[in-house]
């Protein structure tokens, strides 16, 4: 996990905000024992009134895709007011950032409770609507709504959170420990303006469905999205294996009129050792997301001969070399280049490889790609700034999940029932839809022998079964976390597919035949914020002279989704790669180019993710 707090200013020791910005980390005193006034008149006027905790409950039980329930106004706007004022005066907010979300978060405002009468004098509201929350009557509010069961009082877990440009949150249930009600209160800024749906932040609420092995799973396109709006409170319990949700992501920044996701989120726990109502949490019977992602198993093909299988210094053969001539730089194809190849590899167990296709089978691509990312409402001129779930989704490609350990647009196989195989077009690059010529790499260069004779010849290693897939990764919505799977050695093989983008200027003087002696600007994948179309693949079947490893190929057409880090001169920018072990550098070019690698798989919880999104 990553933590970043911002560069400030040496504090003056002896200032009170400076020893409340360290609320969780500074317990100079004992607890402050909760208030014990009526809560009451804080609350939204008719709020705890019979005929509303009945309406409430009846769309409770009615509500879909799982149970939650939303409350339009919450407390008063003069409370709501002040608080979202002492929070950003007196609270830090620190970066947060782990494979599953970034965030901009303060302390735990339990924590409160352990501050000076002097520093809590700076905190009023927000310590009033922290022990409102938690109060009895809110807590039997919640129960009432929900029939959750006793909620503890002394067990709290909230913080106020700061969704601001590039911040997320995927796919997930909830579910650590004893948490029973999740819940959200929006604090959105500006407060006097109304959050935009297009500018992200929306909870977005999935249906499930059955998974291969027996456990439901997330549907990949979410049935509900809640967008966020000033005091409105969204809660729902817990459920592993149900209340799957994610956070949209923030596509504003605060100099755009301050525009940030503001709210206080967090949960309330099962009642506690000692409290009323207190019984031992019992075994969960459904695994939760997070126990999910050890759960993945890669499906991988045998090659159609495995009886005769080509050794790392065999030469390839003149049918090898006709065949991958359709596809590959001539250049990758000589003795001389090859057996460079093969050696930096042994070295730095990975290679890059740029202009790996041949010239045009390349242009067919990058031309045909950003026609199709145009068509599909997924291009830099398209119609909102995060595309439509179903944007790509159609035809040829399909949306895979599920959404708590991937998702993408997989090309469709060719259909079996449709007359038998198709036949293959020569030369590949004379294929009048990209798609075509797309499914050409997945299912005629990668599952080849020929191509298989080629990686043993450039790595020194046997492939020995392999997978294949063309995945398109669409700015916004899409991307993959690392999952705890195999143990064994894999090659990995990715052929990036990313279009250069040409800003408008740029591009109107090229049309205008006009040549500028100054760098434009970079746009769209060069400035890092993009994705891009990428083919590309996890390993192809690996032997050595003791042992044969099993690997995988996946080629993967690739529209990858967020930005880790910005490129500075002081700090090369971070990548993320799908899996664990060394990550694979992903940079932008204007042809495609080809990585291979080599590494070990080690069983891990932590996720990952290829994620970027598109900035226009």
């Known amino acids: 996990m990553t933590h970043r707090t911002h560069d400030r200013a040496t504090p003056d020791p002896d200032a009170e905000p400076a020893l409340l910005k360290r609320l969780k980390s500074s317990h100079i005193s004992d607890a ?43 407390f008063q706007h003069e409370l709501l007011q002040k608080v979202k004022d002492e929070a950003l005066a007196e609270l830090s907010f620190s970066e947060k950032e782990t494979d599953i979300y970034k965030v901009y978060q303060t302390g735990d405002l339990a924590s409160l409770s352990y501050l000076t009468e002097q520093q809590i004098a700076l905190l009023p509201s927000l310590l009033t609507l922290r022990d409102a929350l938690y109060s009895p009557m809110f807590r039997s509010f919640l129960r009432a709504v929900t029939g959750c069961g006793p909620l503890s009082g002394s067990k709290q877990d909230m913080s106020v959170v700061s969704y601001r440009k590039g911040c997320h949150l995927l796919n997930h249930d909830d579910v650590i420990g004893t948490r029973r009600v999740s819940y959200i209160l929006y604090m959105p800024l500006p407060h006097y303006q109304g959050w935009q749906a297009d500018w992200g932040g929306a909870l977005e609420l999935y249906p499930v469905k059955m998974g291969p092995e027996g456990l439901p799973e997330p549907e990949p396109i979410p049935s509900k999205s809640v967008p966020p709006v000033w005091n409105q409170f969204i809660f729902f319990e817990v459920q592993p294996g149900r209340s799957f949700h994610s956070v949209e992501e923030v596509v504003v920044g605060e100099v755009e009129d301050g525009r940030q996701r503001l709210s206080i989120s967090g949960w309330f726990h099962a009642a506690q050792p000692g409290e009323e109502g207190y019984v031992p949490e019992p075994q969960q019977e459904m695994k939760s997301s997070r126990d999910q992602l050890a759960s993945t198993q ?30 590959l730089n001539p250049v990758y194809l000589q003795a001389r280049t090859m057996k460079a190849l093969a050696s930096r590899f042994v070295d730095e167990s990975s290679l890059e490889l740029h202009s790996f296709l041949c010239a045009p089978l390349a242009d067919k691509l990058r031309i045909g790609l950003v026609d199709k990312d145009d068509v599909d409402g997924l291009g830099p001129n398209r119609p909102t700034r995060i595309p439509l779930h179903t944007a790509g989704g159609d035809g040829a490609w399909l949306v895979k999940g599920p959404p708590h350990k991937w998702r993408y647009s997989a090309l469709r196989p060719r259909d079996a029932g449709s007359g038998g195989p198709k036949m293959a077009v020569s030369p590949r690059w004379a294929h009048a839809d990209v798609d075509e010529a797309i499914r050409s790499l997945q299912e005629e260069l990668y599952p080849s ?48 597919l990313t279009p250069q983008v040409e800003s408008r200027e740029e591009s109107a003087s090229t049309s205008n035949g006009a040549v500028s002696g100054e760098e434009n600007s970079p746009v769209g994948w060069q400035t890092g914020e993009w994705g891009g179309w990428e083919v590309g693949g996890p390993l192809f079947p690996l032997s050595t002279d003791r042992v044969a490893h099993r690997s995988a190929c996946s080629v993967t057409w690739r529209r990858t989704r967020r930005k880790t880090t910005r ?26 180019s080809m990585r291979t690698k080599r590494r070990c798989m080690t069983r891990t919880r932590t996720r990952r993710k290829t994620r970027r999104t598109e900035r226009c």
Do not use: Q
Not at 32 to 50: E, I, K, M, V
Not at 299 to 327: I, K, Q, T, V
Not at 464 to 481: I, S
Not at 569 to 592: D, H, I
């Open 32 to 74: 402050t024992p909760p208030s014990t006034a009526d809560p009451t008149p804080h609350f939204a006027n008719d709020l705890f009134g019979p005929s509303n905790i009945h309406r409430l409950h009846t769309e409770y039980e009615a509500s879909e895709p799982f149970k939650h329930a939303v409350v339009d106004k919450l």
């Open 298 to 327: 890669t499906e991988f093909r045998d090659y159609p001969d495995n009886s005769n299988p080509p050794l790392p210094d065999d030469a390839l053969s003149e049918e090898h070399m006709s065949f991958l001539s359709e596809f």
């Open 449 to 496: 022998t020929a191509f298989r004779a080629w990686l043993a010849c450039v790595s020194k290693l046997l492939p020995v079964r392999y997978m294949a897939e063309a995945r398109r990764f669409r700015p916004g919505l899409d991307y993959t976390l690392a999952t705890s799977e195999a143990k064994e050695t894999r090659l990995d093989v990715v052929l990036g």
């Open 567 to 592: 490129p500075s001169t002081a700090r090369a920018p971070r990548k993320r790669t799908v899996r664990t072990g060394p990550t694979v550098r992903m940079e932008p070019m204007v042809r495609p």
